[in-house]
């Protein structure tokens, strides 16, 4: 039987249904992850947007980042005020068009499964550690060969 995660923000008022496995989960350090979250490190897990039900109202905050010039929707609730979803680029390119961002912690479950990579390690904090053998990078990576495990991934979930 097929999984479903169920993410809610601090109040309860959002509430996201996620049908089926993560792919990727995102482990960022990056100082505006920290500060958007309020913790030192953000997990990201991706769905495929059919997969995914969101309830509740949410206000949207966008920013561009840095290194990537991408526009991202961080989307939280105007209630609490928890980070807890968000959209791929708004430029329409890259592997997670068409997926949704879910905050990891949102699922408040033990037992979610790890992340798949971990990028900004350079702002890590240092007693922070992906478990062994999971691809780290300094900041983003736009190497091709990152991207083209990931978007074969995608492709035979
Ligand atoms: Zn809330
Ligand atoms: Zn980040």
Redesign the pocket.
């Known amino acids: 039987m097929t999984k479903t995660y169920i993410a809610e923000?601090?109040?309860?008022?959002?509430r996201i249904a996620c049908k089926g496995e993560p792919y990727p989960v995102f482990m960022c350090s990056c100082t505006l992850c920290q500060r958007r979250t309020g913790s030192p490190v953000h997990i990201g897990a991706w769905w495929p947007m059919e997969d995914v039900t969101i309830t509740g109202a949410t206000k949207a905050f966008r920013r561009t980042t840095g290194e990537q010039g991408r526009e991202v929707q961080f989307n939280f609730?105007p209630?609490?005020g928890?980070s807890i979803w968000w959209g791929g680029s708004t430029r329409g390119e890259g592997p997670l068009v068409g997926h949704y961002g879910i905050a990891g912690g949102g699922f408040a479950d033990p037992d979610f499964p790890p992340p798949t990579h971990s990028f900004y390690e350079r702002t890590k904090h240092d007693w922070i550690s992906a478990p062994d053998d999971t691809p780290c990078f300094a900041g983003w990576t736009d190497d091709p060969a990152v991207m083209a495990e990931i978007v074969e991934k995608l492709q035979n979930r």
């Not at 923000?9 to 959002?14: A, F, M, S, T």
């Open positions: 923000c601090h109040c309860g008022q959002v609730c209630v609490c928890t």
